[in-house]
């Protein structure tokens, strides 16, 4: 068995890929602050080569407290080949990056070994590029849809699919949800954590600033592109995973990718299992993926 029935049968098959190398930048003067940087990095790497990368939640915890507190200095990562990102010390992805000797790799793992050539792989929520950018490097006869509607972000993601000449990533600047429309957009301090308005909390003490977005379901998105074979899909919207999923039952019925979407409480995924048993898929264990987030997978 081959593709899509394989991926069935066998619940999702995670392909290795090479963890991306980290660079921090130097803080010039602050040489106890540098030291226990670079001591946590090689920590993290150690404890995801021992363990496979299944990181262990104690040992990421004890790393957190031994890490510095923000903000930190940027980290560059080279995601593969000669693509690298930056990423901001004062934003989560970047500690997180540190912690886990890569951002959420295990998932971009799983995602990778669902998609073959000449499929899609589409990135909700794409933030600065981190999934699209490692699927891209690594999947290069497959295209990538990264979806970012806030402005800003979707700029600077732009800018890193440009400086590392991935062609074949295309970028979608609109907010995916269950309707076409409009939609508000909070728009906290670290983009990582914008959220629909209602959908999510704020991170800070006070109210941030709201955006206007254009609004769209990834179906249309999907048909406006001619239905091309989608092979994996990610969903991390702060809140809002589920409104992305009900505008999408259609390509989902239809290309049976795999999914991986946050969910973060019992609750959280509880309501995932009601929206997609409905459109034929199960939540599936895979070692290694964090617990917040959930891997479905089509049933037979």
């Given at each position: 068995?081959t ?5 069935q ?5 995670a392909g290795r890929?090479?963890r991306?190398a980290?660079?921090v930048?130097?803080e010039p003067g ?7 940087l ?9 404890h995801?080569?021992?363990t496979?990368?299944r990181?262990?939640?104690?040992v990421?915890?004890?790393l957190?407290?031994?890490l ?16 690298g990102l ?10 997180i ?11 971009c ?7 073959r050539p ?16 490692i699927l ?5 006869s ?12 979707a700029d ?15 970028i ?33 003490g006070?109210?941030p ?5 254009t609004?769209?379901t990834l179906d ?8 091309p ?6 969903v991390?919207?702060?809140g809002a ?44 264990a895979c ?7 959930s891997?479905?997978v089509?049933?037979?």
């Amino acid at each position: 068995m081959t593709g899509t029935l394989a991926r069935q049968a066998s619940g999702p098959v995670a392909g290795r890929l090479p963890r991306p190398a980290l660079r921090v930048q130097p803080e010039p003067g602050r040489w106890s602050r540098t030291a226990r940087l670079h001591l946590v990095k090689g920590a993290a790497a150690l404890h995801a080569t021992a363990t496979g990368g299944r990181l262990r939640p104690r040992v990421l915890a004890a790393l957190d407290r031994l890490l510095p507190p923000s903000p930190l200095p940027d980290v560059r990562a080279v995601l593969g080949g000669d693509i690298g990102l930056r990423l901001d010390g004062t934003g989560a992805l970047a500690r997180i990056a540190l912690l886990c000797a890569g951002y959420e790799h295990r998932e971009c793992e799983v995602l990778a070994g669902a998609v073959r050539p000449g499929g899609v792989f589409v990135d909700v929520g794409a933030n600065v590029g981190w999934f699209s950018m490692i699927l891209a490097a690594h999947r290069p006869s497959s295209t990538v849809w990264a979806v970012e509607p806030l402005p800003a972000t979707a700029d600077r993601l732009a800018e890193n699919i440009a400086a590392a000449e991935l062609a074949r990533v295309v970028i979608h600047r609109v907010l995916l949800g269950a309707a076409d429309g409009t939609a508000e957009l909070v728009a906290t301090v670290d983009p990582a954590f914008a959220h629909v308005s209602g959908a999510g909390r704020s991170r800070t003490g006070t109210q941030p600033a709201t955006v206007t977005c254009t609004a769209t379901t990834l179906d249309r998105l999907w048909e406006d592109a001619g239905r091309p074979r989608v092979d994996a899909v990610k969903v991390d919207v702060e809140g809002a995973e589920l409104e992305v999923l009900a505008g999408a039952g259609v390509l989902l019925r239809s290309c049976r990718p795999l999914l991986v979407v946050e969910a973060p409480t019992a609750a959280h995924r509880e309501a995932l299992d009601r929206a997609t048993e409905p459109m034929g898929y199960r939540r599936t264990a895979c070692p290694g993926v964090l617990a917040y987030n959930s891997v479905l997978v089509p049933v037979p």
